[in-house]
């Protein structure tokens, strides 16, 4: 039966549990579950097996395996291990921060693919918001440039997790060098770039995220070359 179609409503029973003692389930235990399963693998069936239930058994609590996607991401999401308000100076903890959801989003990609898609909702980001207005408050910020400072940092962590994602399967070096090996084209910058020393040495996740928390320092009237040190000591423990 496709996981598609939604089976008749019937009687569930688990294997071993005996007449008249069905397996109890809702769709909290379904949530975590499924948070228990990589998403790129997570199918009804897992989860059923998982929890001693048939698979129609499940369409009472959830409407599909879309539906079950959203539960599991929203219970990874919860399970993850935030970057704590330790009265740390407000650029450490935003470059805590990015580095966590950029670790986060590359570990499972079919989480950040829920995450675009919309399936973890401001509900559950409710927490890193409120902790990164509080530490940037605490150091001077006014409320809208503390969420304008999160957006950054945090949109920073997504395109770097985007990037890292794509080179698995389409490594930049060798599309490159593969483009411009062709006669049928004229791209004397590509293949200055292609030819030049040290010209493809990416830049580290660490300096772009320094490079960003300067910016807002600069904009703030701070001295971006202490945050940088200090930042520098901060990856360095």
Known sequence: MSESNHPP????????????????????AIARAAGEIPLNDLTLRRVAERLGVSVP???HYVRGRDDLLRLAAEQSVTRLTLPVDRGQHWAVWFQEWALYIKEAFVRDPGLFAQYVNGAIGFEVMAEPVNTALGVCLRQGFAAGEALR???????????????????RDLPFEPELRRVVARDDRDLPHLELLATAPGALEPMSFTEQVHTVLA???????????????????????
């Open 149 to 167: 400072a999160y957006d950054l940092v945090s949109e920073c962590a997504l395109g770097a997790a985007v990037t890292r994602l794509r080179e």
């Open 57 to 59: 058994s499940l369409y």
């Open 9 to 28: 409503a019937g009687p569930v029973r688990a294997s071993g549990r005996g007449p008249g003692r069905p397996p109890k389930i809702d769709r909290a």
């Open 215 to 237: 910016g807002i320092a600069v904009r703030r009237g701070e001295d971006w070359t202490e945050i940088s040190a200090l930042l520098t000591a901060a990856s360095e423990d």
